[in-house]
């Protein structure tokens, strides 16, 4: 007997916009830079607003790939709540990552960002968050990022 192969199925797009950049320099775990939630949209295997509060911890590595770290919130028409945590890494050659730095637009072929979109609700009709992995390939605009997160099958 062999395992399944998984697959992906899109589940939920999100629209994070952001505030801006903060810079906090060399810390003891290296370049931290943290990356306000400001708010955005949930559409898709659930609607929602996401709330501002949230914020990406990243830290810049030395080859220049940044690890990502956010946790936000999210809440729907019907009052119930989804926390977000992603983790990831956004990478590519240096010139884009200083292009994407400055709010410039970059087409999104030209550099790597995947995450690990990690789901907890209480809310019952949503317990299938709580109960599959979601992975995502994300794009950074100036001010926001946008992801079509997919359900591991």
Same mark, same amino acid.
């Given at each position: 007997?062999?395992?399944?192969?998984?697959?992906?199925?899109?589940?939920?797009?999100?629209?994070?916009?952001?505030?801006?950049?903060?810079?906090?320099?060399?810390?003891?775990?290296?370049?931290?830079?943290?990356?306000?939630?400001?708010?955005?949209?949930?559409?898709?295997?659930?609607?929602?607003?996401?709330?501002?509060?949230?914020?990406?911890?990243?830290?810049?590595?030395?080859?220049?790939?940044?690890?990502?770290?956010?946790?936000?919130?999210?809440?729907?028409?019907?009052?119930?709540? @989804? &926390?977000?945590? $992603? *983790?990831?890494? +956004?990478?590519?050659?240096? #010139?884009?990552?200083?292009?994407?730095?400055?709010?410039?637009?970059?087409?999104?072929?030209?550099?790597?960002?995947?995450?690990? @979109? &990690?789901?907890? $609700? *209480?809310?019952? +009709?949503?317990?299938?968050? #709580?109960?599959?992995?979601?992975?995502?390939?994300?794009?950074?605009?100036?001010?926001?990022?946008?992801?079509?997160?997919?359900? @591991?099958?």
């Amino acid at each position: 007997m062999t395992a399944p192969v998984p697959g992906l199925e899109a589940a939920f797009e999100v629209d994070a916009r952001l505030g801006p950049l903060e810079d906090h320099g060399v810390t003891r775990a290296g370049h931290r830079r943290v990356v306000p939630v400001a708010g955005g949209r949930i559409s898709g295997l659930f609607d929602a607003e996401i709330l501002p509060g949230g914020a990406d911890w990243q830290i810049v590595r030395p080859d220049g790939a940044v690890e990502i770290d956010t946790r936000y919130s999210a809440r729907t028409a019907a009052g119930e709540y @989804v &926390h977000f945590r $992603t *983790s990831g890494v +956004r990478s590519g050659p240096p #010139e884009v990552l200083e292009a994407l730095l400055r709010g410039e637009p970059v087409d999104p072929s030209q550099y790597y960002f995947r995450v690990a @979109v &990690h789901l907890e $609700t *209480s809310a019952p +009709r949503l317990a299938i968050l #709580e109960q599959s992995i979601f992975v995502a390939s994300a794009i950074r605009e100036a001010n926001a990022v946008r992801y079509t997160a997919y359900r @591991v099958t």
